[in-house]
């Protein structure tokens, strides 16, 4: 069986969505007030948290991440919302293992803000998009991706409610697919 950790910085919905179909080992969060935490609480997932600054550099911070990633026994990494880029060390230890969901239709709008850049463009359709992590930012191959439309009567809020909509739906099929048993 598969064992799957799940990255998030901040809110957690998709950890939210993958936890209620699938076993986590554990959430790891960049930030230790992070509302994920939260979620995981309820949920009854392990949780750890420690910052970037808590170290002297970032090798020294991932490879506290290895050694959790390490001491669970973990199969697959999925990053829902993990905002920093994955450095040298933990994609030593893992690449091949790492996947990450990005809310548009890559390579179309990479980046932190690729909901509001495609809004800004104007698009008549973005996306999202699951894949495998390298060292670039949102380049690594594409698993799967579907597109979102962009309605006439849009509101970013609305535009962005139905990108999330169509990430809780992506995240457990590429799971499903990548041979990850649910609950
Ligand atoms: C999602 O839109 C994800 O695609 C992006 O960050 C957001 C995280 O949202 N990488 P949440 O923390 O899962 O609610």
Not at 55 to 65: G, L, P, T, V
Not at 154 to 182: C, M, N
Request: hydrophobic share 45%; glycine share 8%; aromatic share 10%.
């Amino acid at each position: 069986m598969k064992k799957i950790a799940v990255f998030a910085s901040g809110n957690g919905s998709n950890f939210q969505v993958i936890a209620e179909q699938f076993p986590v080992a554990f959430v790891f969060s960049d930030h230790r007030d992070a509302y994920v935490l939260e979620r995981a609480e309820k949920l009854g997932v392990p949780a750890h948290a420690f910052e970037l600054k808590e170290f002297d550099n970032k090798a020294a911070y991932e490879d506290a991440i290895v050694a959790l990633l390490e001491q669970y026994d973990i199969d697959l990494v999925c990053l829902a919302g993990y905002m920093k880029i994955v450095g040298p060390t933990l994609l030593k230890a893992y690449e091949g293992r790492i996947i990450n969901i990005h809310p548009a239709y890559l390579p179309e709008f990479p980046g932190a803000h690729g909901i509001e850049d495609a809004w800004e463009a104007g698009v008549s359709q973005s996306g999202v998009t699951i894949h495998w992590v390298d060292s670039g930012v949102d380049t690594g191959q594409i698993i799967k991706q579907v597109r979102v439309p962009r309605l006439a009567d849009d509101t970013i809020d609305s535009f962005e409610a139905r990108i999330h909509d169509h990430e809780y739906q992506l995240y457990p099929e590429v799971l499903e697919s990548l041979g990850v048993e649910r609950k």
